[in-house]
């Protein structure tokens, strides 16, 4: 009879169940990175800061709509906006972010 991996495992204790709280927040994290054009702006975002019109033109969605998708991410703390002038220009939290989107992305690539 075949080993399946599970059996292959040594008996690990279980971690302990984190707070409540922080996975009722890492839920909301997910969700507003649940989306395709959030994801392609963290990945933007990940390479350097960036004005609405450098993601407009990078990924090729309207201002309203990526506006829109940088007000998602920016309350659930993944982006924030520094003003210089008559410009804001998007800058992601931490690297933090990155790495889950990265590596869903990787992952996807990986399945298809």
């Not at 075949?2 to 994290?29: F, Q």
């Not at 920016?74 to 992601?92: H, I, M, N, P, Q």
Request: charged fraction near 25%; include cysteine; glycine fraction near 4%.
């Amino acid at each position: 009879m075949p080993v399946t991996h599970a059996e292959e495992e040594p008996d690990v204790p279980a971690p302990p169940a984190p707070d409540p709280a922080a996975l009722v927040a890492a839920g909301d994290l997910l969700r507003a990175l649940a989306a395709p054009v959030r994801i392609a702006i963290v990945l933007q975002l990940r390479a350097s800061p960036r004005c609405v019109h450098e993601l407009v033109d990078a990924l090729g969605v309207t201002q309203p709509l990526i506006s829109q998708h940088l007000r998602v991410l920016k309350a659930a703390g993944v982006v924030r906006g520094d003003r210089r002038g008559r410009e804001v220009v998007y800058r992601l939290v931490d690297d933090h972010l990155a790495h889950i989107v990265v590596d869903a992305v990787e992952h996807a690539e990986e399945e298809s």
